[in-house]
């Protein structure tokens, strides 16, 4: 496994402008899954998708945020006119289907908001 | 709700000092609990799956237990290369997500 790969690593933006994140999982990993982490916090849950499919959203994804999976592969994670509240790390993770199997984590990307 | 409470917040052991962490916590039919390890800048990194009580796991200096209310984290003879942020997450019921406990801020000091 050459390990869920996340893209751009650091993001600096100014409020109110729109941002895009690619995550690419672990191959033959179908199930993906977004969190967000703020400093000295465990990671919340945001959405997941298994293949293309999503198929659970936290209510803490309001409608700025959209999360795409085409094909089934990699992912994007939109924020749509960012403000300051959006600063964090986003989490991309990936697991195999079937029964408790282990979630793999990238690196994330930092999100800034100036 | 379910929910997951981790304690201490932040711990400083000396180099070889055998220490626990602690996970609580409360969830409506646990399926899974993890451990995971977390290095600054870095995203958690999994350690141990326990699905029943009693069960136990083992990794290095590191041993997971496993009750109906709590899990803890045994860290045995520890080194510097063991500081990190410990974090414990369930799952539960039929939803895929992970819920996080606000993690254990381990320093060993050399």
């Known amino acids: 496994d050459t390990g869920v790969s996340q893209d751009p690593r650091h993001k600096i933006t100014k409020r109110g402008q729109n941002v895009t994140f690619r995550c690419d999982p672990i191959s033959e990993h179908n199930r993906l899954y977004w969190y967000r982490q703020t400093l000295g916090q465990g990671p919340e849950f945001l959405t997941y998708f298994q293949n293309e499919a999503q198929l659970e959203k936290s209510r803490l994804l309001s409608d700025r945020f959209s999360a795409e999976r085409p094909k089934g592969s990699f992912s994007t994670l939109e924020i749509q006119r960012t403000e300051q509240g959006d600063s964090a790390m986003y989490l991309c993770?990936?697991?195999?289907?079937?029964?408790?199997?282990?979630?793999?984590f990238g690196d994330g990307t930092r999100l800034s908001i100036l | 709700e379910d929910q997951v409470t981790q304690s201490p917040e932040a711990l400083r052991l000396q180099e070889g000092e055998s220490s626990s962490l602690n996970c609580s916590y409360t969830?409506?039919?646990?399926?899974?609990l993890f451990w995971y390890r977390q290095d600054p800048g870095k995203g958690p990194e999994f350690l141990f799956t326990?699905?029943?009580a009693g069960e136990e796991k083992e990794k290095e200096r590191l041993k997971a237990t496993l009750t109906k209310k709590e899990s803890f984290l045994h860290i045995t003879a520890p080194k510097p290369e063991d500081s990190a942020t410990y974090l414990c997450?369930?799952?539960?019921?039929?939803?895929?997500?992970?819920?996080f406990g606000q993690g254990t801020r381990l320093t060993i000091n050399p």
């Open positions: 997450a369930v799952h539960s019921g039929g939803a895929q997500k992970l819920v």
């Open positions: 969830v409506s039919g646990l399926r899974g």
């Open positions: 326990l699905y029943s």
């Open positions: 993770a990936s697991s195999r289907q079937g029964g408790n199997q282990p979630q793999h």
